[in-house]
T-cell receptor, first 114, second 111 residues
Framework: DGGITQSPKYLFRKEGQNVTLSCEQN?????MYWYRQDPGQGLRLIYY???????QKGDIAEGYSVSREKKESFPLTVTSAQKNPTAFYLC?????????????FGPGTRLTVL | GQNIDQPTEMTATEGAIVQINCTYQ??????LFWYQQHAGEAPTFLSY????GLEEKGRFSSFLSRSKGYSYLLLKELQMKDSASYLC????????????FGSGTRLLVRP
């Protein structure tokens, strides 16, 4: 079964702790993305990667870090520098070699910082 | 600046037709996407428009006018399961291929 997996679905952390959210895809997609969604708001881009070992900041990268050591994996670390980390985090991927280049989303991780 | 506007909420009756509008002002344009998102779940791809006109896909159709910066999603024969948020997203024209999302329209389908 091809798809994008994110784990865990729900995550609770204490304030001041770093936390890493996983994102794995077996679609052989080149590009991967991390978004944040807050209640009643659209998706905002945190980081994206178009190729292995390369990534760029999105619109709200402060307080976050990523790595792209493998094509299949794009983990996101929420650091203690992120002022308001409680949100729904969505990972997406796209093939980047098609005209449409549709982004497909994983199931998301809901992070709550206590 | 980048701006995408959608109505916040809409209500419609089962079996009816509803049109969800999206207007955009972006520095570049390389396609417009519509996604459906049920509460607490991931967005799922519905449609893609890059040329002016109507794209039909079953009960869902999407229209684009690039000169007006306007799109709409048309849902026919509404079903209760269509109650969800509908997200409009514009792809930037640069090499990043980033998507800019609107805030979404929450559609409630009533019996």
């Amino acid at each position: 079964d091809g798809g994008i997996t994110q784990s865990p679905k729900y995550l609770f952390r204490k304030e001041g702790q770093n936390v890493t959210l996983s994102c794995e895809q077996n679609l052989n997609h080149d590009a991967m993305y991390w978004y944040r969604q807050d209640p009643g708001q659209g998706l905002r881009l945190i980081y994206y990667s178009q190729i292995v070992n390369d990534f760029q900041k999105g619109d709200i990268a402060e307080g976050y870090s990523v790595s792209r050591e493998k094509k299949e994996s794009f983990p996101l670390t929420v650091t203690s520098a992120q002022k308001n980390p409680t949100a729904f985090y969505l990972c997406a991927s796209s093939i980047r070699r098609s005209i449409t280049d549709t982004q497909y989303f994983g199931p998301g991780t809901r992070l709550t910082v206590l | 600046g980048q701006n995408i506007d959608q109505p916040t909420e809409m209500t419609a009756t089962e079996g009816a037709i509803v049109q969800i509008n999206c207007t955009y002002q972006t520095s570049g344009f390389n396609g417009l996407f519509w996604y459906q998102q049920h509460a607490g779940e991931a967005p799922t791809f519905l449609s893609y428009n890059v040329l002016d006109g109507l794209e039909e896909k079953g009960r869902f159709s999407s229209f684009l006018s690039r000169s007006k910066g306007y799109s709409y999603l048309l849902l026919k024969e509404l079903q209760m399961k269509d109650s969800a948020s509908y997200l409009c997203a514009v792809r930037e024209a640069d090499s990043s291929y980033k998507l800019i999302f609107g805030s979404g329209t929450r559609l409630l389908v009533r019996p």
